[in-house]
Structure formats: C-alpha cells, structure tokens
C-alpha cells in the first residue's frame, strides 16, 4: 500500500518536472499572418520614463479606451537606460510590444534591422498632413517612415537669474551673448558668491552641447551619409572653451560637484549649486519647480553671431510600431490619438515637448502652466530663426555620446589637453559612426 | 582539527560512510526510481547546459538581438584582441582583484585574531563586523559610499580639514577605483567568521608547548596558527578571487552603468553587459563571457598549483 502510494507520488512529481521543463522552452510566437482586425484587439504600449509621464499617458490613454471598448490597452514603462535594455530582450525573444518609444539614437538600430513597420503602409489611420514635413522627416530612414514624431524640443541653457540677483551680478542679455559673455558673466558669478556657487557648468562631454557649437562654426557631428562633419581644429577649440571657462573660474573642475542624477532635482542646476547650464526645454518646468521660480530659458552662447544658428528643434521622441504587431491598424489608430488629437494632448501636457502638430499644440497651449507656455513660447521663438534641419541620428550615435562622456571627464581631470581630446573624439567618430 | 577541507575526510570509500553495512545487490526496481529522483537534477541541468551551449555559440557570432545570429568565425576574438576598451576594463578588473582580495583577508584575518582573543560579547562584535558583507554590493550601501566620497562627502571634508583639497574621489577617475577597494575592503566579514571558526578548532596545547620553548606571540601565529589555518586562507582566497573578478554592482551603481569617470570602473562583467545589453551586441558579450570563464579557471587552477607550496594539510 505505502509502496504504491510512494510510486504514485514519484510518478506525480516526474510530470509535474516536465510540465514545468516544458512550459519553459514554450511562448515564443513569431509573427502571425495579418489578421482583419475585426472583434476585440489587445495592444501593448511601453514608454520611458518617470511616474508622472505614466499618469498623463495613462489618462490619454482611458480617453482612447472610452471611446473604443473593443480595444484592450496594455501599457508597461521604465526610467533611464533600463528600458532600451528591456525593450531589446523583448524583441530577442519574439515578444516586441505593439507601439513603442524609440529614442533619436535608437531608432535606426531597430529599424535598419527591419523590426519597425513602415508607418506608410498604416497611413490611413494616421493623419500626417497635419505635422509639418521638417518634423516628420526626422523619423525617415530610406524613404520609409519608421518613426512619428511624439514632440518637439530643443537644447537651450537654463539660466537661473535668482542667483545673479542674489549676489548682484548683472545677467547678460540672454539671446545676444556670446561665448565670452557667457564666461564672463559665469566667472563673476563664482567670485561674487565667495565660491559658494559656481556661474555655470559647462558642459564639455555632452554631446548635443558640442553638437550646438559645432554647428555655430558652420559644421555638425556627422552628415547625411552618417561621417563626421567636424573638423579636428574646431572639436579642439571647444574642449579648449571649457578650458577658458575653467581657469576663469566660471565652472568648476572636475570632481568639484556632485552629479547626484539625471533628474531635475538631483542635478546640479536644480539644487542651485549651478546657475546655468544646457536643458532640454520640455523639461524647463520641472527644473523651475524644483528651484521655486527664477529660472530662464536662454540661447545657447554665441548664437546671434554664428555664422549659422547651432540650436535647432528636434524631436523629443518617435512613436514607432513594431513589425510583427498583430494589430497593426489598431496600433496606428492609438498613435494618430496620441499625436493629433487635442482632448488626450491636453491631458498628456508638455511630457514629451510640444506637440508635433501646431494646430495641437496652439490648442493645447492655453491650458498649459505657465512654465510650459513659457518653453513653448521659447521653442515657437526658437523656430521662427533661422535654423538648420536635424540629420537623423545615425547607427553609432549612442555609442559616440558615450565616447565623448569619457573624453569629457579625462579633459576636466586634466589627464588629456584640448588637442589631445579632439583628436581622441575624431577618431571615436570615425569608428563609432556609421557601424 | 576538521575545519580543514581535506578532501579525504569526505570522500572516504563508500562502505565507512555507510558504517560497514555488507553490499545489497540493487535490484532493477531501485535503479529505477534513482533515476526518476534524479530527473529534477536532469531537467535543471539542462536549464544550465542548454544555454551554457548557445552562448559558445554565439560567440562566433554577430548577433543584435533583433535579428537571427550570423556565424562570423574568429571575428570576435580578433575584436577582443584590439579593442583598448577591454584592455582597460581587464586592467581595471585586474587591479581590483589583486589590491582588494589580499587586503580584505589581511583585514579579515586580522579581525578573527583579535575576536578570537575570547572577548565579552563576542557575538555581538561578531555581528556587527559581518553586518557590511551582508550589504557590500547591495545598491543602497554603494550610494552610501558615492555620498561619503563626494564632492560634499565626510572623507572629501576631513581630507580638506588638512588643507587637502581633493573634490569628489568617485568623479576623479584617479580615485574612483580605490573608493570601490576600500568599500571591498570594509565588507570582510564572510571570510572573517571562516577564519574566526578555522582559529578556533587550532588546539591551545600548541601554543602552550610553544609557550613553554619561549615562542613569542608572533612567532606563534606565524608557526603554529597560519600553517594549521593555511587550508581555510586558501579556501577564501579562491572564492575571493572568483568573486572579485565577477565585480559588477559596485561599478554599474556608482557610475550609473556608463563605467565612468574615463573608463576607471569600467569592470570586465560592466563592460560586458554594456556590450550585450546597451549596444546590442550579444555575440561580442557572450565572447567575452567565455574569456572571463577562461580566466577566472586559469587563475583557480594557478592557486589549486600554488597551494601545494604552502597550504599545509593535516592527515
């Protein structure tokens, strides 16, 4: 009896190690054939970002939800650099969610691969005659739109004024200054505050900073074909810019403040430890929230006597939709909602910048804050320069960001010279791009 | 006298550990359900093996995640063998390993001495030096650190107290891999508590014969104490050593994943997982993997080598 009852149990607990091995290797799909999409649809939808994000899209999204029953949304989202990883393994394992937030320089990795659904073959569901073909091209690669653009933003410097105030220093003019004035003003600043504050953090290893100033010297980071389009001269001047700023006493070296995060309140800027530095203009508000008022948003140094504007309006973020969603129509309904309609723009706010359709954004903008009117009014006035295009981001581009990171921090250490990390990040360019 | 890991101990012949029961024929039906109990152990190793198997694979691949891995051949090792950014992140593993491991068993060691010394509240003191190693890579503890080492950080201000003006030891990439040191150095506990154990099973009646020759205290720990407890410094010094050469969480949290400040945290596992993970390049990574199983298995079985020179076993 005991015996059979043991065999039992033995038998019992084989299966169930089998059903679990078994279960294990299962779920990996692959892509189903087009269906019609009629009857209920399941979508999933992920984004990076931070809680508040989540709220607004969330309540975008119930709108959507109301007005169509049928349609069951699933959303997921990350912080920082853990959600291009997640994304990633998703798609390695047969389980890339329906719509998605790609980055400017994440974009050509997964379409090049073939992982993104041209947006041209959705167009019906989508209206985009109402985004201006400038913005709508950022998303473009070979002709197939692989990206829509979520909203537009630009890099400008937050200057907070209170702090000039403060210690008594005139604040430059805002739109005229050049990279002197800039240096200048910052390095007062210091000095008046006896050290407690630094004028500005000069932003050496930040890509899109250099990217500005290139660009103000008639150059850029890379061209159409994906090279570099700087020149060794000029990437040398602006390490030796921050060298100027250095020993003025403008910004600090390199150690001499802590770099607690990326978030407004963790930043340097944001506890007031700075008073200037490059922002990205959505996030204009928080940054003004977390100081208690007193910043502005201000032209980059040097760009009323550039020979060309360096700044330029580009796009926060794309929307893009995978290749093996299994309601592709559906998908497309969503991101059409998300981009062109005014009620779930109203409720998703500046999060991603201003949105990419003007009639949107002029509709939306009364019921902003008044810190988001105010970077919106910054962009709207930023647009109506002169501006060059952005070139879309080309493979290797989050690569070279990371590159200059390194060559920033070794020439704030002063373990390399100006000339040295110029011809370091040439070098990191040419391996680095295109690949 | 058995905190040794003298193999033989273990693995003497089946009938003594079995207390001299005569030998049962096993008949078919036991064989049977051996194999069925062990079925658990086939299925999980399988979980191990299969992917184990993969990964040897893709590292004669290209492979981005996205798209079907293609055979490349010896692409990547040719890659490894030029590319500066895994020659710094060996170079920077390597100097971790090879300051932090012998400091923290020095320290270890040291502390098991004085704890051995038959204190009131031992237990306590026990705890209380065990306390970091049960925190040392967790994220919480690494921010702790970045905090003290900051620009603003009680180190950086004591520094300045003596006119030394350093600024943030973790943003300077001179100093930032000796933050993460000193944090591997303070978290001795594990070997601590082997060694405090090992210490405790040396029999007093050597040192008492030693005492009465007119050794002295060092000359005792040197004599008698380190050769009896050579088996436990070299069972700790493996495990050290693997562990310090799979460092990742100190690295990843203190530098936010980049490996910064200019590469100076850049572990080998760091550096690996940005490479699979961050640039989608999952048959560079896993050729990497199989270089750190290499390594990690060249530098096991030089000290499984070493050892016969001075780990002295009792039998």
């Known amino acids: 009896m005991t015996s059979r009852l043991r065999r039992r149990l033995t038998v019992a607990a084989t ?11 299962g779920s990996a799909a692959g892509g189903a054939p087009e269906a019609d999409e009629t009857g209920p649809q399941t979508v999933e939808i992920v984004w990076k970002g931070d809680a508040t994000r989540a709220a607004a899209i969330e309540a975008a999204l119930d709108l959507y939800r109301e007005k169509n029953p049928d349609v069951t949304i699933k959303t997921d989202f990350q912080s ?28 050509r990795d997964y379409s090049d691969r073939g ?17 201006p073909d400038t913005i709508l091209g950022a998303g473009e690669v070979g002709g197939k739109l692989y990206g829509l653009v979520g909203g537009i933003t630009s890099w400008s410097m937050g200057v907070n004024t209170a702090l000039f105030e403060e210690y008594g220093v005139e604040v430059p003019d805002l739109e005229e200054w050049s990279w002197d004035d800039y240096i200048d003003s910052a390095a007062e600043l210091t000095k008046a505050s006896g050290g407690a504050v630094w004028g500005t953090d000069f932003p050496v290893g930040d890509i899109s900073s250099m990217g500005i100033f290139l660009r103000q010297q008639g150059e850029d980071l890379w061209d ?48 007031g430890v700075v008073a200037s530095t490059i922002i990205p203009t959505n996030a204009y508000a928080s940054y003004d929230a977390t100081l208690g008022g007193g910043l502005e948003i201000a032209y980059f140094p040097g760009e009323a006597t550039a020979k060309q504007r360096g700044q330029q309006i580009i796009p926060s973020m794309f929307w893009s939709i995978s290749a093996s969603s299994k309601s592709p129509k559906t998908t497309a309904s969503i991101l059409d909602f998300l981009v062109n309609d005014v009620e779930a723009n109203k409720l998703l706010g500046g999060t991603h910048g201003q949105p990419a359709n003007p009639k949107v954004a002029e509709a939306v903008a009364e019921d902003l804050s008044a810190d988001d009117q105010a970077s919106f009014a910054h962009l709207i006035q930023l647009s109506e320069e002169d501006l060059t ?28 010279t100006p000339a040295e990390a110029a011809k370091q990040f040439l070098a990191a360019a040419e391996s680095t791009l295109g690949s | 006298m058995v905190v040794t890991l003298d193999t033989t101990t273990l693995s003497g012949s089946p009938r003594a550990i079995a207390g001299g029961e005569p030998p049962r024929r096993r008949s078919r039906r036991n064989d049977r359900s051996a194999y069925i109990f062990l079925l658990p152990w086939f299925g ?7 992917p184990f198997g993969i990964s040897l694979y893709l590292a004669f691949t290209d492979y981005n995640l996205l798209t079907p891995p293609t055979f490349t051949g010896f692409e990547n090792i040719e890659r490894m063998i030029s590319d500066p950014k895994l020659h710094q992140s060996l170079a920077v593993t390597f100097t971790y390993t090879f300051i932090s491991v012998p400091l923290s068993l020095a320290a270890a060691l040291a502390v098991a001495v004085l704890l051995n010394k038959g204190i009131r509240g031992l237990s306590i003191y026990r705890s209380v030096f065990y306390l970091p190693s049960l925190l040392g890579s967790s994220v919480a503890v690494v921010m702790l650190w970045s905090a003290i080492f900051g620009a603003d950080g009680i180190i950086t201000r004591f520094l300045a107290f003596f006119g030394v003006q350093a600024g943030s030891l973790i943003q300077n990439p001179d100093t930032a891999l000796g933050v993460l040191i000193s944090l591997q150095v303070w978290t001795f506990g594990a070997p601590m508590v082997i060694f405090l154990a090992a210490l405790r099973q040396v029999p007093t009646m050597y040192y008492e014969a030693a005492s009465v020759d007119g050794a002295g205290r060092w000359r005792q720990f040197r004599s008698i104490t380190l050769p009896l407890i050579s088996p436990v410094i070299f069972f ?6 693997i562990g310090a050469l799979q460092t990742f969480t100190q690295g990843y949290v203190m530098s936010n994943g980049s490996g910064g400040p200019a590469n100076s945290t850049l572990f080998y596992n760091l550096y690996l997982y940005q490479q699979g993970f961050t640039g989608f390049d999952m048959g560079y990574a896993s050729a990497m993997a199989w270089l750190l199983l290499i390594i990690i298995a060249a530098f096991t079985g030089i000290n499984f080598f070493a050892q016969r020179y001075w780990v002295h076993y009792e039998s």
């Open chain 1, 80 to 107: 920082g650099d853990e959600y291009l990883q997640k994304l990633a393994i998703r798609f390695a394992s047969n389980d890339a969610p329906d719509l998605m937030r790609q980055e400017r320089d994440s974009l």
């Open chain 1, 15 to 25: 299966l169930t190690t089998a059903a679990l091995a078994l279960s294990a290797c």
């Open chain 1, 389 to 416: 295009a952005p070139i879309p981001d080309p493979a290797g581009a989050a690569e070279l960001r990371s590159e200059l990171t390194t060559i920033g921090d070794q020439v704030t250490f002063g373990q390399i």
């Open chain 1, 224 to 271: 159409e074909d994906g090279e570099p389009a700087f020149t060794e001269a000029t990437a040398t001047e602006w390490f030796e810019l921050w060298q100027e700023a250095k020993d003025a006493g403008a910004t600090p070296p390199g150690g001499a403040i802590d770099v607690l995060g990326a978030a407004a309140d963790q930043s340097a800027l944001g506890r």
């Open chain 2, 44 to 50: 999980g190793m399988l979980l191990t093996v299969v």
């Open chain 2, 236 to 241: 700790n010094l493996v495990l050290a050593m």
């Open chain 1, 115 to 131: 992982t993104l659904l041209d947006l041209h073959t959705v167009e019906d569901e989508i209206d985009f005659d109402s985004i």
